[in-house]
């Protein structure tokens, strides 16, 4: 197996293209689509399918990348591993991030990798606000997307996908009833997540493929989830809220799921980086710590 070979066609995947994956490497694009054919060829399939404005995965290729993809975590993380046991990890990493994500995720995981590492330190920026990497000196992003991210000469690396539902105290989900449909939460209370006026309406996917737009009463907006999942705690209304944020509280019976058989959206969280390589070893290593731990985390498997 050829590293590289598989080191430029993650890049393309990840990029949404050849022209992004060199922007990206700073190399030359026909040197990835020279390296990406020659793959191909050596295993004898087609990988992409591509035309002059379009680039997908073939079957073959949803494997390989998969596949690939793990492979080159695995010898990020042996690198990062090496470095550790060679010389400590040692220096700052600057991290930004939603408030949500530093509330309910990397609270549960930050504690052991800075325990790991005595003396990395880390700057946490937590704000909904979007932080500009280059000009606020940020080193990696966490940032949560239901559509491409632009190309912005970043390295973006998928962490997981991550499953919002609707969710509402047990008062209001015996008020509904467990056979309810979208039509069936039609105007009622909603906490809507940023406290700018917006949309009132939630978007919902359900069995089959099938899409539902549920407007609601606009109860409370505010851009703290704590505050909107305590807010639907006490029965103030529904909100769609992020899955891994309230499994404690289903857990708990504190809130109820409603409309199990249906999802308020399935956006992408990616970890933003600068080029690979220069990256200080303390940053590489928090990258693979991230990519290794946070679905885990996000996906009701992993704990502190």
């Given at each position: ?5 598989a080191?430029?066609?993650v ?49 073959a ?6 596949h ?7 010898m ?29 995720a990397?609270?549960r ?44 000469g970043?390295i ?6 991550v ?38 309406s ?14 609601y ?46 999802t308020?959206?399935l956006?992408?969280i ?11 070893p303390?940053v590489?290593?928090?990258a693979a ?12 498997v992993?704990?502190?």
């Open positions: 197996m050829d590293l590289n070979q080191y430029y066609l890049h393309v995947v990840e990029k949404k293209g050849f022209s992004a994956a060199a922007r990206a490497l700073g190399i030359p694009k026909s040197r990835i689509s020279r390296h990406v054919k020659t793959l191909e060829v050596d295993l004898g399939t087609r990988l992409l399918n591509r035309d002059s404005r379009h680039m997908s995965l073939t079957e290729g949803e494997a390989y990348y998969r690939a993809r793990m492979a080159l975590e695995c990020t993380a042996a690198e990062a591993a090496v470095r550790r046991d060679k010389d400590a990890l040692e220096g700052t990493v600057t991290l930004s991030c939603s408030v949500g994500v530093a509330q309910f990397l609270s995981i930050l504690p052991r990798f800075l325990a790991e590492n005595p003396r990395v330190i880390l700057r946490l920026q937590a704000s909904n606000d979007y932080a500009d990497l280059i000009s606020d000196g940020i080193d990696l992003a966490i940032r949560g997307h239901a559509k491409l991210l632009p190309d912005s970043l973006q690396r998928r962490i997981t996908e499953p919002w539902h609707l969710f509402g105290s047990p008062g209001l989900a015996q008020q509904i009833g467990g056979s309810a449909s979208p039509t069936d939460l039609e105007g009622l209370p909603g906490l809507g997540l940023g406290w700018r006026p917006g949309g009132n939630w978007t919902l996917q359900g069995p089959g493929g099938r899409s539902a737009s549920v407007p009463a606009v109860r409370m907006r505010c851009d703290d989830m704590v505050t909107l999942k305590l807010a639907a705690t006490a029965g103030l209304g529904v909100a769609a809220l992020p899955a891994y944020v309230c499994a404690e509280d289903v857990t708990a019976g504190r809130l109820c799921r409603l409309l199990p058989e249906w308020a959206g956006p992408e990616s970890l933003l980086m600068h080029e690979r390589r220069g990256n200080p303390q590489d290593a928090l710590f991230l990519r290794r731990d946070l679905p885990d985390v996000m996906n009701g992993g704990s502190s």
